[in-house]
Every structure is written in structure tokens, then in C-alpha cells.
């Protein structure tokens, strides 16, 4: 006989695979070809992660080419894309002189929020990166955006000293907005209670004359 546990863990794999199938079809956004959804049913959370590049990589190329070698390298570790933005191009913020590669990815993890920070940093590092100062040229920036359960459709929040999701800037930005509305169009923001593809609406709104 099979015991209660193993039926309610079937149930959530079950439940895993329609959400997948669901979050991968929504908005007729295609599913990444290489991606294996069976290995996605044990992962806990989803988050979505703004990704940039405005520096050239001496092994990987362009800053384009860097985001997609990233996106390889997310897949290789405790975490799983899920769904994938197209890569557009920004201009900087602050100092820097050099123009954005940008793109969104919902990642699929057992890491908790703090793990998951830690794990993109070190990715970052790995990218040579340097953190010295705010919004200074990078070969490599990943955000954490949104976080949510993976078995439930709650958009959850965090707060710490090194880390606050959703992400505290978020809103101002169309090169976050615009990316994150083609993955996670339908995820809220769970201050606002707004949803992704509104927010990205408002930003883009040009202001009425009075």
C-alpha cells in the first residue's frame, strides 16, 4: 500500500508539472528546448533574476554573449531557468559610459532568499565583477527581483540588511520591467499589488498635461 506521504509527494510533483506547463505556455512564451522539466519537481521556489552586462569578457565576448553564457552556467548549478527573456539593449545609469545587455530569467531552486543571493555573487565573482561601487561599469549584475513559492501562486516579500524582495527599484526601471513583463507579466508585486505587465504599463504611460 502506498503510504499517505508518498501519495501527498506524487500530488505536489503532479501539481509541479501542470505549473511548469502553465508558466512556460502563459502569454505564448515558449519553453527553453534544452530545459528538463522532470529535473525541475523537487524545487521549491521560483525567483525572477534581472540580468546585465556592460563590459566586454576576455573568454565569453560582447555583453551579450556573457548573459548567455551566464544563463548556461545558472542551469549548471542548484539552480534551473525556467523561462527566459529576449536580451535588449539599455542605456547605463550613473557614471558608466557603456551601453546595457539586459535580460530576465525565472529560476527554479531550493535556495532560500539569502542562499540564493550568495550563490548569484559568487557567480558574479566568477564573471570578474568587483563591487566597488554603485552602478559603475560590470561584467556581470544579477538581481534578485520577485520570489515566490513554487507550488503556490502567493508573491511573496523579504526584508534583511543585504537583501529586500521585490526588488527596491524595480518600479523606475524599463529595462527590469520590460524584460520581467514577457516571463512574469502576471506575477504582483506584493507591496503594491500591482501586476508586472501594469507596472511596465505605468512607466511606459507618457504623463497627462494639466
Given at each position: 500500500?502506498?503510504s499517505n506521504a508518498a501519495k501527498c509527494n506524487h500530488k505536489q510533483r503532479q501539481i509541479m508539472w501542470l505549473?511548469?506547463?502553465?508558466?512556460?505556455?502563459?502569454?505564448?512564451?515558449?519553453?527553453?528546448?534544452?530545459?528538463?522539466?522532470?529535473?525541475?519537481?523537487?524545487?521549491?521556489?521560483?525567483?525572477?533574476?534581472?540580468?546585465?552586462?556592460?563590459?566586454?569578457?576576455?573568454?565569453?565576448?560582447?555583453?551579450?554573449?556573457?548573459?548567455?553564457?551566464?544563463?548556461?552556467?545558472?542551469?549548471?548549478?542548484?539552480?534551473?531557468?525556467?523561462?527566459?527573456?529576449?536580451?535588449?539593449?539599455?542605456?547605463?545609469?550613473?557614471?558608466?559610459?557603456?551601453?546595457?545587455?539586459?535580460?530576465?530569467?525565472?529560476?527554479?531552486?531550493?535556495?532560500?532568499?539569502?542562499?540564493?543571493?550568495?550563490?548569484?555573487?559568487?557567480?558574479?565573482?566568477?564573471?570578474?565583477?568587483?563591487?566597488?561601487?554603485?552602478?559603475?561599469?560590470?561584467?556581470?549584475?544579477?538581481?534578485?527581483?520577485?520570489?515566490?513559492?513554487?507550488?503556490?501562486?502567493?508573491?511573496?516579500?523579504?526584508?534583511?540588511?543585504?537583501?529586500?524582495?521585490?526588488?527596491?527599484?524595480?518600479?523606475?526601471?524599463?529595462?527590469?520591467?520590460?524584460?520581467?513583463?514577457?516571463?512574469?507579466?502576471?506575477?504582483?508585486?506584493?507591496?503594491?499589488?500591482?501586476?508586472?505587465?501594469?507596472?511596465?504599463?505605468?512607466?511606459?504611460?507618457?504623463?497627462?498635461?494639466?
Amino acid at each position: 500500500m502506498e503510504s499517505n506521504a508518498a501519495k501527498c509527494n506524487h500530488k505536489q510533483r503532479q501539481i509541479m508539472w501542470l505549473a511548469i506547463f502553465l508558466m512556460t505556455h502563459i502569454d505564448n512564451i515558449m519553453p527553453n528546448a534544452d530545459n528538463d522539466f522532470a529535473n525541475l519537481t523537487n524545487l521549491a521556489y521560483l525567483y525572477v533574476i534581472a540580468m546585465g552586462s556592460n563590459r566586454r569578457h576576455r573568454i565569453h565576448g560582447l555583453p551579450r554573449q556573457v548573459l548567455v553564457r551566464a544563463m548556461q552556467r545558472l542551469n549548471e548549478g542548484p539552480t534551473k531557468i525556467v523561462r527566459q527573456s529576449s536580451i535588449i539593449e539599455s542605456l547605463p545609469i550613473g557614471p558608466s559610459q557603456r551601453s546595457y545587455a539586459n535580460n530576465a530569467i525565472i529560476l527554479a531552486s531550493n535556495l532560500q532568499p539569502l542562499e540564493m543571493l550568495d550563490w548569484l555573487k559568487n557567480m558574479e565573482s566568477e564573471f570578474g565583477t568587483r563591487h566597488r561601487r554603485r552602478w559603475t561599469s560590470r561584467t556581470l549584475d544579477l538581481d534578485i527581483i520577485l520570489w515566490r513559492e513554487a507550488f503556490c501562486a502567493a508573491d511573496l516579500s523579504w526584508c534583511s540588511p543585504s537583501l529586500t524582495i521585490p526588488h527596491c527599484h524595480m518600479r523606475e526601471r524599463d529595462f527590469v520591467l520590460g524584460p520581467v513583463s514577457q516571463i512574469a507579466g502576471s506575477w504582483r508585486d506584493p507591496i503594491s499589488g500591482l501586476r508586472i505587465r501594469q507596472l511596465h504599463h505605468r512607466l511606459k504611460k507618457p504623463l497627462s498635461k494639466s
